[in-house]
């Protein structure tokens, strides 16, 4: 009887002592799913913080607050009923008609519907490109805009353009007429062939009628200094200070009539410099054919 007691005890220990590692790893596993569960508690927050960033970006894009993108002009462009945007801004101005003409108006609401910058001051803005020529007048924006090789358009390209919702190609409205045709021009004539000839030698030149030319300009030149200065850099050329020195191969303007006596007649023979009058520097834009201004 003691010998079975003995043996019954010795196989309880062994129970357990191969019960321990059971309990070992079913403790392991409880502290396991507690983890899970724990984690799987704090998913969705996270998940819906995830989410709601996400939306709060969109939101913001949404306002603008994305990248800046600038919008350009609205452009018909080959193809029927193709738009695209222009590669550079659209700056426009116009020479008569007033400053409440139709065509004016037009234009400021184009570039506000369609892209684009409409300028109404009397000067010539350096970065219009885009003239608008209700009546031909000898205008400063008219001669900058032939010197510069801008486009020179007739109204019916504002008018086509809105009613095609976007900016028309331009070359069915330029001003222009093949052959020797002009129009009247202040007290002279406008070859209509020069706002085409101007435009289409930009490219060749690498600029406008003047790059690479520079000036001086007598004090008491018409059209006055400043003006005539605004058209001269308009085509690319440089103008030199008054009382600046002339040099080899710059070019004297000075007064219509004045002769050799003249102090800046005088000073561009000792530089050996040209000497031209502002009615012939200017009728050269507008005259038939393109002529240089170097001689």
């Given at each position: 009887e003691?010998?079975?007691?003995?043996?019954?005890?010795?196989?309880?220990?062994?129970?357990?002592?191969?019960?321990?590692?059971?309990?070992?790893?079913?403790?392991?596993?409880?502290?396991?799913?507690?983890?899970?569960a724990c984690l799987a508690a704090e998913s969705p927050r996270a998940e819906?913080?995830?989410?709601?960033?996400?939306?709060?970006?969109?939101?913001?894009?949404?306002r603008g607050g994305g990248p800046s993108r600038l919008a350009g002009p609205r452009r018909a462009?080959?193809?029927?009923?193709?738009?695209?945007?222009?590669?550079?801004?659209?700056?426009?101005?116009?020479?008569?008609?007033?400053?409440?003409?139709?065509?004016?108006?037009?234009?400021?609401?184009?570039?506000?519907?369609?892209?684009?910058?409409?300028?109404?001051?009397?000067?010539?803005?350096?970065?219009?490109?885009?003239?608008?020529?209700?009546?031909?007048?000898?205008?400063?924006?008219?001669?900058?805009?032939?010197?510069?090789?801008a486009w020179?358009?007739?109204?019916?390209?504002?008018?086509?353009?809105?009613a095609a919702g976007a900016w028309l190609p331009?070359?069915?409205?330029?001003?222009?007429?093949?052959?020797?045709?002009?129009?009247?021009?202040?007290?002279?004539?406008?070859w209509l062939g020069a706002p085409r000839a101007h435009r289409l030698a930009r490219p060749q030149r690498g600029g406008g009628v003047f790059v690479g030319q520079t000036f001086s300009l007598a004090p008491e030149v018409v059209p006055p200094p400043a003006q005539l200065r605004r058209i001269i850099e308009a085509g690319g050329?440089?103008?030199?200070e008054q009382g600046a020195p002339l040099r080899v191969g710059a070019i004297a303007v000075v007064p219509d009539g004045a002769d050799a006596s003249h102090p800046l007649a005088q000073e561009a023979m000792r530089a050996q410099a040209s000497r031209v009058g502002p009615n012939e520097l200017l009728g050269r834009l507008v005259g038939l054919g393109v002529a240089s201004l170097a001689g």
């Open positions: 003691a010998g079975a007691e003995a043996e019954a005890g010795a196989e309880a220990r062994r129970a357990a002592v191969e019960e321990q590692p059971r309990a070992r790893e079913a403790a392991q596993l409880a502290a396991s799913g507690a983890a899970r819906e913080g995830t989410a709601e960033g996400h939306a709060a970006q969109r939101r913001l894009e949404g462009v080959a193809g029927p009923g193709r738009a695209g945007a222009a590669p550079a801004p659209l700056v426009m101005q116009v020479v008569g008609g007033g400053d409440e003409s139709p065509v004016r108006r037009l234009l400021r609401e184009l570039a506000g519907r369609l892209g684009g910058e409409y300028v109404g001051s009397s000067s010539y803005d350096p970065r219009c490109r885009h003239v608008v020529v209700v009546n031909v007048k000898r205008t400063e924006k008219l001669l900058a805009g032939l010197a510069a090789g020179l358009l007739k109204p019916s390209w504002a008018e086509a353009s809105a331009e070359e069915a409205h330029e001003l222009f007429s093949a052959g020797e045709a002009t129009a009247p021009c202040g007290r002279g004539l406008l050329g440089g103008v030199l």
